[in-house]
């Protein structure tokens, strides 16, 4: 079992930067492909990034593309999503999510585990 705690949204002005981390605990996650997911009120969850057990090829939404960058510590069991020149539209509940290969990691019913979220408010 593997257990994942994001932290590091909050409020943030238009063309701000947020942090977001993943914190798992449990089982390693060093085999796993993270991902990061999104949910805006009244709106399905999305994918938004995904990044290798090796810290190797990374997968983004279009919507972010150039904008945000997925990491990863294996050693801390920690994945990072740095979020730049943020917009309203990207106001949404974050998710980190753990699956087994980026196919997984891209489709909302792939990923064996989720975090509670933490949510992230752009305003203008």
């Known amino acids: 079992q593997v257990q994942l705690v994001e932290s590091g949204g909050g409020l943030v002005q238009v063309g701000g930067s947020l942090r977001l981390s993943c914190v798992a605990s449990?089982?390693?996650?060093?085999?796993?492909?993270m991902a990061w997911f999104r949910q805006a009120p009244g709106k399905e969850r999305e994918f938004v990034a995904a990044i290798t057990w090796n810290g190797g090829p990374t997968t983004y939404a279009d919507s972010v593309k150039g904008r945000f960058a997925i990491s990863r510590d294996n050693a801390k069991n920690t994945v990072y999503l740095q979020m730049n020149s943020l917009k309203p539209e990207d106001t949404a509940v974050y998710y980190c999510a753990a699956a087994r290969t980026i196919t997984q990691a891209m489709n909302i019913k792939g990923p064996y585990y989720w975090g509670q979220g933490t949510q992230v408010t752009v305003s203008s």
């Open positions: 449990g089982r390693t996650t060093s085999n796993y492909v």
